[in-house]
T-cell receptor
Framework: GAVVSQHPSWVICKSGTSVKIECRSL??????MFWYRQFPKQSLMLMAT?????????EQGVEKDKFLINHASLTLSTLTVTSAHPEDSSFYIC????????????FGDGTRLSIL | RKEVEQDPGPFNVPEGATVAFNCTYS??????FFWYRQDCRKEPKLLMS???SGNEDGRFTAQLNRASQYISLLIRDSKLSDSATYLC??????????FGKGTTLSVSS
């Protein structure tokens, strides 16, 4: 079945560090990938839509200069949290769909980011 | 009004119980409907898609009422392993998923 790989699964780093998270579709091509964030006891919230070969579309309230998204190929999207601060600590998850419209999406394992 | 609303629970039930979760969505243009399961500190995993005709997968039955913009999930004969958060999810064609906050289920022996 369709598999989405996300790396790293856990990051702990100092405030001010930039952190890059990778999301790969392993056995299918994804022109669109999605990045979500989930704070403790909250629902997943869409951060941005990553489009291969073009700029990402950010949701309201998400700073595009802080959360840099690059979707350089049909199987890889990256999210870089620049100059991370403790309030950026969260669970970040990417998803992609291998099929056409209305197909369920498959999620990466998620990245737990802790900023000290 | 939130796009997808669920009763957060928690639902605490004994093994073998039948439990039902409800969900409403606000966007009448929504086209796809799903139930995902999320275990603590893990990514969501697809439990089942939801179709207008209703669908069943073992102990799980999902129903959709487009007129009322209402989705349900019924779990029969609850197992300890069913303990998790159940997320009601909708989306339009080609767009990201919209998640409810989830309903927490705790099954005890």
């Amino acid at each position: 079945g369709a598999v989405v790989s996300q790396h790293p699964s856990w990051v702990i780093c100092k405030s001010g560090t930039s952190v890059k998270i990778e999301c790969r579709s392993l056995d299918f091509q994804a022109t669109t990938m999605f990045w979500y964030r989930q704070f403790p006891k909250q629902s997943l919230m869409l951060m941005a839509t990553s489009n291969e070969g073009s700029k990402a579309t950010y949701e309201q309230g998400v700073e595009k200069d802080k959360f840099l998204i690059n979707h350089a190929s049909l199987t890889l999207s990256t999210l870089t949290v620049t100059s991370a601060h403790p309030e950026d600590s969260s669970f970040y998850i990417c998803s992609a769909s291998p099929g056409q419209l209305n197909q369920p999406q498959h999620f990466g394992d998620g990245t737990r980011l802790s900023i000290l | 009004r939130k796009e997808v609303e669920q009763d957060p629970g928690p639902f605490n039930v004994p093994e073998g119980a039948t439990v039902a979760f409800n969900c409403t969505y606000s966007n009448s243009a929504s086209q796809s409907f799903f139930w995902y399961r999320q275990d603590c500190r893990k990514e969501p995993k697809l439990l089942m898609s939801v179709y207008s005709s209703g669908n069943e997968d073992g102990r799980f039955t999902a129903q959709l009422n487009r007129a009322s913009q209402y989705i349900s999930l019924l779990i029969r004969d609850s197992k300890l392993s069913d303990s998790a958060t159940y997320l009601c999810v909708v989306n339009q064609a080609g767009t990201a998923l919209i998640f409810g906050k989830g309903t927490t289920l705790s099954v005890s022996s």
